[in-house]
C-alpha cells in the first residue's frame, strides 16, 4: 500500500488532461461535430492502405531498424532536396520516429539540460514545455501578437542569455496558422549567429499553406540548418494521424545525440507502413496537392461562417482556423467553448489553452480537416450564435 510518505511527486505539477482530449471527449458525450482536435474524418488514400496491407502479407511485420528502413530515410533525403536544395545523408542525418511529438521529446531531451533556458513562443503547442521542464529545462516565453501572431525578434533578441540553449519555432503555426517568411529566417538566423544556440523546427504542416506563399523551412539557410532539428509528420500530410509516423533530419552531430534519446522511447516505428511511405513518397503529386486540397477546405469554412459576427484573418497554414468571438460574447474562452459543445454541437479548442498564463483573447480553434458537409453543417450552427 502507498502511504503518504511514499506518495509520487509529480514531476508535472502545472500539467493536467490535454485540452484536446477534454473537448473531443466532450464532443463525444453531447455528440457535437468535433472541430476541437487536429484530426481529418475523411479516408486515407486508398493507394497508401493497399501499400500497407501488401507489405504486411510480404512479411515487414517485425521490428524495423532503430533510425528507420534505409529505402524511406533515402527517399526522405531525396524529397528534402527535391523541396529545399539541401542534401541530409540517410545513413547518419535523418531518422524515423513515432510521430512528431516523440521527435520534439527526443530533440529537447538531446540538448536540454537542467537550468538551460528555451525560446518558447506563444501560443505554443503544447508538448513542448513539459518535454522542457521533464528535463530541467526552464521555458522563457515569448507572447505573438493577435492578429497576425508575427515574432517581435527584438524582444526575442533582448530574451537571449548566456543560459539560453534552444529556441522552438513552429511554421505554419498550430494554433494561428501564422507562418514564417524569408524575413523571418534572417531575423533568426542574425540572433543565433555566433552562439551555441540549437533550434527545433516543429514543420508538422509543411505541405499544408495557402495564398500563393511558400513554405520557408529552416532547412534552406544554412545559419539555421546547421543548428537544428527539423520536424516533419506523415500522419499530418497524409491524413492519417492515428499511425503516428513522423520524422526529424539534422545535422550528424545532432542526429548523434537525438538518436541516443530516440533508441529508448520508441526504439523503431511501425514496419509495414514504413515500406508503403518509401513508395508512396516516390510520386510528388501525393503531398504536393495539399495547399489546394486545404484552401479549398479553409474557404467552405470560411463562407459558412461569413453571416456571423466571428472576426477571422483566413488561415496561412495547417488546417486550423482561429475566430474571434468578441462581438459576439464576454465569456471566457474556455468556457464558451465548453457552452458551444454543448449547445449547438460544435465543439472548438479555447486558445487559451496554448499559454502558460492562459491569457484569454477571446479566440477559439477549429479544425477543417472534415468533410465538405461536416464543415457546412458546423458552419450553419456557428452562424446562428
Known amino acids: 500500500m502507498i502511504t503518504s510518505k511514499s506518495a509520487i511527486i509529480?514531476?508535472?505539477?502545472?500539467?493536467?488532461t490535454t485540452i484536446f482530449t477534454v473537448m473531443s471527449s466532450?464532443?463525444?458525450?453531447?455528440?457535437?461535430?468535433?472541430?476541437?482536435?487536429?484530426?481529418p474524418n475523411f479516408p486515407v488514400s486508398d493507394e497508401l492502405i493497399s501499400l500497407v496491407n501488401q507489405n504486411m502479407k510480404k512479411g515487414y511485420n517485425q521490428y524495423a531498424p532503430m533510425m528507420g528502413i534505409k529505402e524511406l530515410r533515402e527517399v526522405i533525403s531525396e524529397k528534402t532536396y527535391n523541396l529545399y536544395n539541401v542534401k541530409y545523408n540517410p545513413d547518419s542525418e535523418i531518422t524515423v520516429t513515432s510521430g512528431g511529438t516523440?521527435?520534439?521529446?527526443?530533440?529537447?531531451?538531446?540538448?536540454?539540460?537542467?537550468?538551460?533556458?528555451?525560446?518558447?513562443?506563444?501560443?505554443?503547442?503544447?508538448?513542448?514545455?513539459p518535454a522542457i521542464e521533464l528535463n530541467g529545462g526552464i521555458p522563457v516565453y515569448?507572447?505573438?501578437?493577435?492578429?497576425?501572431?508575427?515574432?517581435?525578434?527584438?524582444?526575442?533578441?533582448?530574451?537571449?542569455?548566456?543560459?539560453?540553449?534552444?529556441?522552438?519555432?513552429?511554421?505554419?503555426?498550430?494554433?494561428?496558422?501564422?507562418v514564417l517568411d524569408e524575413n523571418d529566417l534572417k531575423q533568426l538566423a542574425n540572433i543565433v549567429q555566433n552562439t551555441n544556440i540549437f533550434i527545433i523546427s516543429d514543420e508538422v504542416y509543411e505541405h499544408i499553406i495557402f495564398d500563393g506563399l511558400k513554405h520557408n523551412s529552416?532547412?534552406?539557410?544554412?545559419?539555421?540548418?546547421?543548428?537544428?532539428?527539423?520536424?516533419?509528420?506523415?500522419?499530418?500530410?497524409?491524413?492519417?494521424?492515428?499511425?503516428?509516423?513522423?520524422?526529424?533530419?539534422?545535422?550528424?552531430?545532432?542526429?548523434?545525440?537525438?538518436?541516443?534519446?530516440?533508441q529508448f522511447v520508441t526504439f523503431s516505428t511501425f514496419t509495414p507502413l514504413q515500406y508503403a511511405l518509401a513508395d508512396f513518397l516516390k510520386n510528388p503529386a501525393n503531398y504536393n496537392g495539399l495547399p489546394k486540397f486545404y484552401k479549398k477546405k479553409r474557404n467552405i469554412f470560411l463562407n459558412s461562417i461569413k453571416k456571423s459576427k466571428f472576426i477571422f484573418v483566413p488561415s496561412k497554414g495547417?488546417?486550423?482556423?482561429?475566430?474571434?468571438?468578441?462581438?459576439?460574447?464576454?465569456?471566457?474562452?474556455?468556457?464558451?467553448a465548453i457552452r458551444l459543445t454543448k449547445e449547438i454541437g460544435v465543439a472548438s479548442v479555447p486558445l487559451s489553452a496554448f499559454y502558460h498564463d492562459k491569457k484569454d483573447e477571446k479566440i477559439l480553434r477549429f479544425c477543417f480537416a472534415k468533410d465538405d458537409e461536416t464543415l457546412n453543417r458546423a458552419g450553419e450552427r456557428l452562424a446562428k450564435l
Not at 509529480?10 to 493536467?16: E, H, I, R
Not at 466532450?26 to 487536429?38: K, M, R
Not at 517581435?152 to 501564422?178: F, M, Q, R, S, Y
Request: net charge negative; hydrophobic share 35%.
Open 318 to 336: 495547417s488546417y486550423f482556423q482561429n475566430l474571434c468571438y468578441s462581438e459576439i460574447s464576454d465569456e471566457p474562452d474556455y468556457d464558451l
Open 10 to 16: 509529480t514531476k508535472l505539477p502545472n500539467v493536467g
Open 26 to 39: 466532450l464532443a463525444n458525450e453531447y455528440n457535437a461535430i468535433n472541430l476541437s482536435q487536429g484530426f
Open 218 to 262: 529552416l532547412i534552406t539557410v544554412p545559419e539555421l540548418q546547421q543548428r537544428s532539428f527539423i520536424v516533419s509528420s506523415f500522419g499530418k500530410t497524409f491524413h492519417a494521424t492515428g499511425w503516428k509516423t513522423g520524422y526529424c533530419v539534422a545535422p550528424k552531430e545532432l542526429t548523434v545525440e537525438f538518436r541516443k534519446i530516440h
Open 102 to 129: 516523440e521527435a520534439i521529446f527526443d530533440a529537447i531531451t538531446a540538448v536540454v539540460k537542467t537550468n538551460d533556458e528555451v525560446i518558447v513562443f506563444e501560443p505554443a503547442y503544447d508538448c513542448y514545455v
Open 142 to 178: 515569448i507572447s505573438l501578437k493577435y492578429p497576425d501572431y508575427k515574432i517581435d525578434w527584438n524582444e526575442a533578441k533582448n530574451k537571449i542569455t548566456p543560459k539560453t540553449k534552444l529556441i522552438i519555432v513552429n511554421t505554419p503555426h498550430n494554433p494561428t496558422g501564422a
